[in-house]
């Protein structure tokens, strides 16, 4: 007949003490008892592991998340659940050694487990029904932190802001501070830290809490950034340098980057975030069952994860309402070395933290130890529930009835209490419940899962699979349980706020802490002189109407420039030569060919002396962070800028006309041409000059020819008038009309106007002769000036270059170092691309 549980647990049946033997009265355990926290003492055999996954099985009936810290393996059995109680579904779970020394075969072996779980489970009244409802009450997961085995859990979420205010919550922060610092230290090998004392872990703590107030996020990388360069100037009223050296903080950050470094850390931070929410219940509301896997860590890191995981809890659970009911639990399956009596692990506060405040919240904590005499029971009084199974030796037995004793105020029958111990044999526990009347004696019942003994690494992929179990997404936090309600079914939504503080988180693989630059290295911060939109147009890109900024990062460049006064009288020289290199990701060698990377000249007056605030930084690499590449780097960057620092002077020295490279080739032919022009001039006036008087005198000569035959033409027209009447003086003469002349008279006029004729032709020949002369003479001028022309035109395209080079005293180092080059980040779609932000031209 099936057991009405009435929503309590059904953990077993009443045992007789007297009569040694199991009563039919059924032990059932009121789950908002838990509440109070239990405590599950026993020696290895004596049942505790069964009694627990009992425990646990009930929760997940009841629809109650639990967060299972499990050292050995045995709680692993949790998911070999077989509502069929088929033996094919115990066959891979059987434990070959335990079958071969039994004689028996697997499958034989496979199918006896079975047939003893059916009968197990008739005998205490636990149906088929009831097996399918805990394989379906919750989502069951094996994690292993710093491993790949199982669902790997990120632990970067443990440094996120938390979501609770920090004003009101600021003793709980500080105090999970404390400890993730402490269990930080510890896994880098420190011991004995004192957060008081310890300057390691004051710096540490005073960065967590300067992002925490901020609300902003934190991981590993920007730790050791923030640890190198403290986001504030002075801890207490010391200076950060007089109270925790450069040097020193530099090996502190080592220690610390050791770990990011190391391969096998990798793990440590893929997988699911250890954010509570998530891992209490899934996406859509169901709860989760989920098994913290450690076997596989060593010391250190354990203690680094349980405090982390503790720290974690108690800040989810601060995020909570108030509440009488159970509304999760935290299971511990082995507290030894974390709860001790007199030793500070950095797990310890946080334990002690929950042990007295989770209540509140409706947080159940059981912890269980085979090893009564090193735990911390003071701590434990808290704890208002005891299941004690068979213990080792009557040391044991009487260290706990100590612990009891003390637990209790002095309100313990000791005796009462030590004759009930010595009767516990296997499976019977003694059960302690401040809110029962009385100790009572119960054995319990058989468990629903099998119980296969501890579980291996190599088995916890085939565990995950059998719960249909993977890596899942981020999830919708449950919403929290009212106060006086039981939490029996899954919730549909939750109300509590969201794992990380939003906009505190930034573009992958920038830090908002900027790296620091090592001494002997010079920093420099190029301005962010391009907008949004200027800096689509300067990277000539369409600016699309879905693009919108993530912020401005920076990224390391290398940046150096030099400058060289050019002088020469002859030349008429005097500049400023300057030569600058601008070096995104260098070779990490240190190997930089400076005529790759030219930029224009970069005003040192209008540099940044700060980054942009809220801007994020790319971490700073080889060569930028080594002193001495970049050291070596800086005198080639000299060296080449001296075998660079010369300038070609364009010349024509014929005209004696230079110019500089701030003059333009077509400014240089022009003046070239002005002064061929002016040259031409000068030498074709004085050309001129000598035609002009040859041509002078042969223009008076024709003029006076011309005069000379004016006048002789005039002689001759006077010489034929007397010539003409000396002649009809005579004809008349001869006719005797008149006074007869003589024939010599006649001849004689005759021979004086031939005279005057010849005098005119004479005079017309010489002007023929000048005229041609002139004529002559002007075309040889013309000749002569379009050769001057020709000549001039030919010197001015006459040009040539004149390397003119700055001697090494003259060159000077402007700026070398490492620059921060600001980047637009923008999202355009599901693409997210940077736009360089600054431009020297």
Known sequence: MMVETGGKFYLGRAYDPQQAKTTDQVLLYEPADLTTHAVVVGMTGSGKTGLCIDLLEEAALNHIPALMIDPKGDITNTLLHFPNLLPQDFQPWVNPDQARRAGKSLEQAAADAAQLWKQGLTDWNIDQPRLQTLSESAKFAIFTPGSDAGIPINILASFKAPTIPWETNKETLRERI??????LLGLVGMTDIDPVRSREHILLANIFENAWRQGKDLDLGELIL??????????????????????????????????????AFQVWIEGEP?????????????????????????????????????????????SQTGTTSLRALV??????????????????????????????????????????????????????TWMIGKLQTDQDKQRLLDGLDSAMAGGLDRAAYDRLISTLGKRVFLLHNVNAKGPALFQTRWAMNYLAGPLTRTQIPELNKLAGTSLQPAATPPMTVPAGTTATQAPAAMAAVPTTASGTSGPAGFSATRPTIPTGIQEYFLPNNLTFTQAFKAAEREYPAEAFSQGLVYRPVILGQTSARLVSLKYKLDIDLFKTALVANPDRRGIVRWDNYPSPKIDPERLDKAPAPQARFAPLQAPENDVKVMNALEKDFEDWSYRAAQINIRANDTLKVYAGPEVSEGDFHAACSRAAQEASEAEAKKVSLTY????????????????????????????????????????????????????????????????????????????????????????????????????????????????ISAQKKDILLDIFGVAWMPYHLVKIGEEVVELPGFSAG
């Not at 404390?178 to 269990?183: D, I, L």
């Not at 360069?229 to 007089?242: A, E, I």
Request: proline share 5%; glycine share 4%; hydrophobic share 40%.
């Open 178 to 183: 404390s400890g993730t610092v402490t269990a």
């Open 226 to 263: 923030q640890t190198q360069s403290p986001p504030f100037p002075k801890l207490g009223v010391f200076d950060v340098n007089t109270f925790f050296p450069e040097k020193d903080r530099f090996a502190l950050a080592m220690l610390l980057n050791n770990i990011l470094a190391a391969p």
């Open 274 to 318: 250890l954010d509570i929410a998530s891992l209490l219940y899934t996406a859509d509301g169901k709860p989760r069952h989920s098994v913290f896997y450690i076997s596989h860590l060593s010391d250190a890191e354990r203690m680094f994860f349980i405090t982390l995981l503790y720290s974690a809890v108690e800040t989810w659970m601060r």
């Open 331 to 384: 299971y511990f399956d082995e507290i030894f070395g974390y709860l001790p009596p007199v030793a500070n692990p950095p797990s310890k506060q946080p334990m002690l933290r929950m042990l007295k405040q989770a209540r509140a919240f409706g947080v159940g904590q059981v912890l269980v130890t085979q090893n009564p005499v090193d735990v911390d029971y003071k701590a434990l009084s808290n704890a208002g």
């Open 692 to 803: 002009e008087t040859k041509l002078r005198i042969l223009k008076d000569k024709l003029e006076r020819e011309q005069r000379e035959l004016k006048q002789d033409e005039a002689e001759l027209s006077s010489r034929k008038m007397e010539e003409l009447g000396t002649g009809l003086e005579a004809v008349a003469g001869i006719l005797g009309f008149g006074r007869k002349r003589s024939i010599s008279s006649s001849l004689s006029k005759r021979r004086m106007t031939s005279n005057a004729k010849s005098d005119v032709e004479e005079s017309e020949e010489a002007i023929k002769d000048y005229q041609k002369e002139i004529a002559d003479i002007e075309a040889e001028k013309a000749t002569a000036t379009q050769a001057i022309r020709d000549k001039w035109a030919e010197i001015a395209s006459q040009t040539s270059e004149i390397p």
